[in-house]
């Protein structure tokens, strides 16, 4: 099993920055990727940023520009710098990790709880 813990979120008015950070923990896997979605209410969720080995950088359409995913593979952590924030950014924020377990090599994607983001007008 691997636990996957959020920080950060909260308010702040348009244009503002916020940062949420990631980190990820478990026995017998090895983690290749990180990631961070979000789902606003009434929509799916949606891929914001992702993280995976080899320095693959995948960035949602809508925030490309604005957000920064960095990752540190040696902690297992990621965090999500946003800057330029807009009110079309408000949802809860989901970090993910998959992790690849030792013995059988399956590969599993686990998720945070999720942590607020509220971006006024």
Known sequence: QVRVVESG????QAGGSLRL???ASGSRVSIVAMGWYRQAP???RE???QHADGNNVNYGNSVKGRFTISRDNA???ADLQM???KPEDTA???CSARAVEHMTARTNDYWGQGTQVTVSS
């Open 42 to 44: 009434g929509k799916q």
């Open 9 to 12: 979120g909260g308010s702040v």
């Open 21 to 23: 950070s990631c980190a």
């Open 47 to 49: 891929l914001v940023a």
């Open 92 to 94: 809860v924020y989901f």
């Open 83 to 85: 800057t330029s924030l």
């Open 75 to 77: 902690k297992n952590t």
